[in-house]
C-alpha cells in the first residue's frame, strides 16, 4: 500500500505548471463535498430525532389531556350520585357531555395515537353522548333555556335508581375506556 502512495508522490512533484494547483484544489474540493454531504446526513438524523420526539410529546399530551377530561368527568358522576343520596322528589342531573370540552378541539390531531387509544377515547364520548338519551328514555325532561347549550335533564323521582345504574354502568365502560387509554400512554412513555 505504502508503494502506490510513494508513487503518487513521485507523480505529483514532477508535475510542471498549473498541474499541482489543478490537483491540489480538485482533492481539495473532494474534501469539502465530502464534508459537506457528512454534514448533511448528520443534520437530517438529528431533524428526524428531534421531530420523532415532538411528535412523541404531542401524541403523549394528547393521550394525558382525553385521560384527565373523562377522569374528571367520571369523578363529577360518581360525586354527584353519591352525594344526593335518595331524594324526595325529581332530580336534575347535568348532561355530562356538556363538561367535554378538550375533544372537540383535538379531533383532527387524533390519528397520531395508537389505534387502541382512538377506540377508547371514541368509545368513551360516544357513551358519555348518550347518557342523556337513556336519562330522557326513563321520562327525564330537558330542562328549556339553559345558557351555552348546557342540557340538563329533571329525572322523576321514581326513576331514580334506575338512573343510579345507567350512571353506574357509565362508570364502569369509562373506567374500561380509561384503562385501556393507560396502558396507551405507559407503552408510549417507555418508548
Known sequence: MANWWQEFWVWLQALQGG?????????????GLLSIVIGA???????????S????????????ASIAEIENLAENLKRNFTSVGKPNGDVLILDPANQLL?????????SALPPD????????YVVIDQYSDHLIHLGGTPL?????????????????????SISNGLLVKLDDYLATMKDALTALQRR
Open 53 to 64: 420526539r415532538l411528535r412523541k410529546q404531542e401524541v403523549v399530551g394528547l393521550l394525558t
Open 102 to 110: 378538550i375533544l372537540p378541539k383535538i379531533t383532527q390531531q387524533l
Open 19 to 31: 498541474a499541482p494547483a489543478v490537483v491540489g484544489s480538485a482533492a481539495g474540493s473532494a474534501l
Open 144 to 164: 328549556p333555556d339553559l345558557p351555552k347549550d348546557r342540557i340538563v335533564i329533571q329525572v322523576p323521582h321514581a326513576s331514580f335508581d334506575r338512573a343510579k
Open 41 to 51: 446526513l448528520l443534520n437530517a438524523e438529528l431533524n428526524r430525532r428531534r421531530d
Open 117 to 124: 387509544a382512538i377506540k377508547a377515547i371514541a368509545n368513551s
